[in-house]
């Protein structure tokens, strides 16, 4: 019978492990995509991610369709809908890449149970990461919660394998098929048609992915370890989205990565290693969503439980969201979230500090508005970035350390070129001035803080 393959978090062809190994059976491939809102646990996309899951389906459609084959999309539980499809076409071999959520993973064994129990031959295989998370472990067989150690005992073993070659040709299989329209689904934005800036940002797509990595090896990385914190420099690499939907894979990175580093000397070679130890953190992020399947909701600090949050005031909320707080950087850094669909890492630490600790508002609430509004809104690297900055999480910025949004505006955007770029009124009477006292506010978060520290 065919083999089915089950598209996930991994809209490639290259490197792609679970369709090489469909491939290699030599038998014709039935591909499919489940939009799956309905499983018990699974976080609804947020409207930003839906836009980008569009374009890359569609993306992933064509070079199936180049290639010969075919992407059918399905709704529903995954587990009616690939059990099902599986038993329609006769599969009796269904392959795919893991994904790292709790609720993901009990949606994966229970089909991979049923399907074995029918004897098909139902496998999983490591696409998404470098090193499956329970794979790394500390020498007294724990599980690590301090990046260093964790990236010290990933680096010191074999090197990451050779990226799997994009296949030249798909079977197809011959009989119908009945599929979604895409266009169904309702991903895109109707009306108000808030994507115009996603659309000019952003293409979609292993294409351009792996566009977009070529331009940065060649023209930024021997810069990007200077000035990866300088958000008007734009030298990183923009692939968070791309890695997102598994459009490229962190295989393809490390090994194109590696080979430009040999033309590199000195600082231009440290570069690329911080380049990598980047792509560590999605690593490591992962890692600590494994072993803390609530990290979107759960402190994982537990005296934070305790944090006497004030009562929210909404409309100091959507200030912040809205990018209307009179602080620039803040404001520059949300109004880019709005328009793009994301932000500079730097100014991510900046508006989720000030959201935290200047207007007292809840983590998960930033948490929740960036999983809304960015295009990489990732599982495990987002609430990971929150609760770093929170001071709530693994290996967390302690609380402690506030930032000063006018001082790392100065630091890192000094001729204020990120803030004009997207505040076009700084300076001028129309813009506000700022809704807190950014030295009153620190207190005040200090001041709460001293009631849970020392709390478990
Ligand atoms: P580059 O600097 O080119 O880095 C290369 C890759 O390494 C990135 O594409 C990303 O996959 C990974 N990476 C880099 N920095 C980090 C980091 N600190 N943590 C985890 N992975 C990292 N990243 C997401 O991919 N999705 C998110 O939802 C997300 N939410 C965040 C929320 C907060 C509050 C903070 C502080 C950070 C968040 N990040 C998130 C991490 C980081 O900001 C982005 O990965 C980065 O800005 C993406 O830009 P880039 O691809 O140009 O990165």
Redo the contacts with the bound molecule.
Sequence with gaps: GPSLVWFRDDLRLADNPALTAALERGKPIVAVYVLDEESAGIRPLGGAARWWLHGSLTALADSLERLGGRLTLRRGPAEDVVIGLAASVGADAVFWNRRYGAAEREVDTRIKSVLAATGADARSFAGSLLHEPWTIQTGQGGTYSVFTPFWRACTAGPPPRAPFPAPDAIPGFPGEVPTDLLDDWGLLPTRPDWAAGLRSAWQPGEASAHRLLEI?LTESLAR?GDE?DEPAQAV?????????WGEISPFQ?WQATERARIGLTGRAQASATR?LT??G??E??YHVLFNNPTLATVNLRPEFDAFPWPRLDKRVLEAWQQGRTGIALVDAGMRELWRTG????RV??V??SFLIKNLLIDWRL??QW??DT?V???A???P???Q??AGSGADAAPYFRVFNPELQAKKFDPHAEYIRQNVPEYGTDAYPAPIVDLGETRRAALAAYEQIKGMK
Excluded at 236 to 244: E, V, W, Y
Excluded at 342 to 345: F, P, Q, R, T, V
Aim: aromatic letters at 22%; zero cysteines.
């Design positions: 940065f990007y990866r990183t690499s923009r692939l968070s989205p791309h890695l997102r990175i380049f980047e792509v953190w999605r490591f992020s994301s932000m500079h890492n991510r630490m508006t989720a930033g948490e960036f999983w960015l990489d809104a990732d495990a690297s987002n990971f970035g929150w770093w900055v």
